[in-house]
């Protein structure tokens, strides 16, 4: 065999570390930032927002086309090229959505609407069956979305969209269920004499049944699906049978994270029900109260912070802390409230979210917000720090730490924070038809950036379909591969 020197190992090493370090180099450049097959992407708008190139803020369009948006100065030059590239590209592309065409009675039927024949859904191009009032509305998110796909049939333009229904469910990105879990709750969850359950209760049993025999749920286990259950106490029955689906909430309170979490599932803001500041002239000095609240002020699990701010801050003599209620004239007076303060405090109640938040935003009130456990809409494209103040219940509960940290916002912050409000309230109005970048388009938009995850999980799913057999059968009975060139 023969002796090799220490010289001859030595080239040998060189050698082959060369080859090492030569193969890591070509490797990384075929992973560069080019190297992506845009034609495989999902059908998903990836960019809902557009910047300002002064300011690097995030700020909704005034134009529907995605072809305006400028580029962030954060984005480096040597990226331009596949940046743009993707811009094409989603510009063109909506989020298919397959829509199940269930009876009426578990939509238009719930709020009031009447169907002819073997019709299931209105003709909302004569007449849109309204969505009852109060606060009812502030849950009404499944009726702003399935009126959104049903509108899209019949768009003459899709510029501003996200959405589009597709009859063909084997060409949807995801599958759409038309439930209106909140209104169901909030108004036949009561049990009718000689009735053993209540009409939410058996309407959440039908769904269950109906959706898990479709060949749609059995195709996905499904995880393509989207299940709409705004109210924290909608969907009660069905949400433990259910939970693989992509549920649309307004916060986890309510959820064990085997069932919802952030990874899974979309947050949705409320629909505001305070009237939004139209033609907002004011300024730090014309909004003379600094600190507002009015709600109810006893409540259980974490909203028992609500009492305790109470009595540590209304001895204060610019702070307004109240209970408050939408009986009587309560909208209206949250609405002047709110409209002539600088700050509205959104706590946690019985859930760690409220519509106090979105009302704040509707009003251009700079929300303080005092709620550990709460999600927010939009917020993996959002930075609510600019147009929020958050104060740790700990933090808050302390001896005049909060109004000391209010009153320490000064004139010029407060206005940045004011602008700001106004640049981003079009993300959290819900509108028919909707417009570009609105909440009910900003909520596809969430929906879009699930689709790759909700693919991959399909796609991982099915790995080893062709090769799986009980371990009884043997590897004889072993089916034959196909191979795909």
């Not at 080019?34 to 002064?54: H, R």
């Not at 009675?105 to 969505?131: C, R």
């Not at 269950?208 to 709409?228: N, P």
């Amino acid at each position: 065999m023969g002796i090799i020197s220490q010289k001859s190992l030595f080239y040998l090493f060189l050698f082959t570390s060369i080859l090492f370090v030569l193969s890591w180099f070509f490797v990384l450049r075929s992973t560069g930032p080019y190297s992506i097959d845009f034609g495989i992407l999902p059908n998903s708008k990836l960019f809902s927002m557009t910047y300002d190139d002064e300011k690097s803020d995030p700020v909704s369009s005034n134009d529907n086309d995605l072809s305006t948006m400028q580029r962030s100065p954060l984005v480096e030059q040597d990226q331009e090229d596949g940046y743009n590239n993707l811009i094409e590209y989603t510009k063109k592309d909506l989020l298919k959505v397959f829509m199940y065409d269930l009876p009426s009675e578990f939509h238009f039927s719930l709020v009031g609407w009447k169907a002819k024949g073997k019709s299931v859904w209105p003709d909302i191009q004569k007449n849109v069956p309204e969505y009852p009032g109060g606060l009812n509305l502030q849950h009404s998110i499944e009726y702003w979305l399935t009126l959104d796909l049903l509108y899209s049939e019949f768009a003459l333009d899709s510029r501003g969209r996200t959405a589009v229904r597709v009859k063909n469910s084997s060409e949807a990105d995801v599958v759409f269920v038309p439930f209106f879990s909140s209104i169901s709750y909030n108004r036949f969850s009561k049990v009718a004499p000689k009735e053993k359950k209540s009409v939410n209760v058996l309407l959440q049993e039908k769904m269950v049944t109906f959706l898990t025999s479709q060949a749609e749920w059995k195709r996905s286990g499904g995880i393509d699906h989207i299940i709409v259950a705004h109210h924290p106490n909608s969907l009660l029955e069905a949400r433990m049978k259910l939970w693989p689906a992509m549920f649309i909430l307004s916060d986890f309170g309510r959820y064990p994270p085997t069932i919802a979490n952030v990874e899974k599932d979309v947050i949705a803001p409320y629909k505001h029900v305070i009237r939004n500041y139209v033609n907002d002239s004011s300024d730090f000095d014309s909004r003379r109260t600094l600190l507002y609240f009015q709600g109810a002020i006893y409540r259980k699990d974490g909203g028992i912070i609500r009492q305790e701010l109470f009595y540590l801050l209304k001895d204060e003599k610019d702070v307004h802390f109240s209970f408050g209620s939408v009986q009587k004239d309560g909208i209206h007076q949250a609405t002047e409230g709110m409209h002539s303060s600088k700050f509205c405090l959104n706590i946690a109640g019985d859930t760690p979210s409220s519509n106090r938040l979105f009302d704040a935003i509707a009003s251009h009130c700079v929300p303080v917000i005092i709620s550990d456990e709460i999600e927010l809409p939009y917020e993996d494209v959002l930075e609510y720090s600019e147009f929020c103040i958050f104060v740790r219940t700990s933090d808050a509960l302390k001896e005049k730490f909060l109004i000391n940290l209010i009153r320490s916002i000064q004139k010029d912050e407060w206005t940045r924070m004011w602008r700001r409000l106004k640049e981003v309230e079009n993300f959290f109005e819900f509108r028919f038809p909707s417009r570009n970048n609105d909440a009910v388009q900003m909520i596809w938009q969430s929906i879009a950036r699930k689709v790759p995850a909700v693919r991959r999980k399909l796609h991982k799913s099915k790995r080893f379909s062709r090769t799986h057999v009980p371990r009884e059968r043997g590897l004889m009975s072993l089916p034959v591969p196909r191979i795909f060139w």
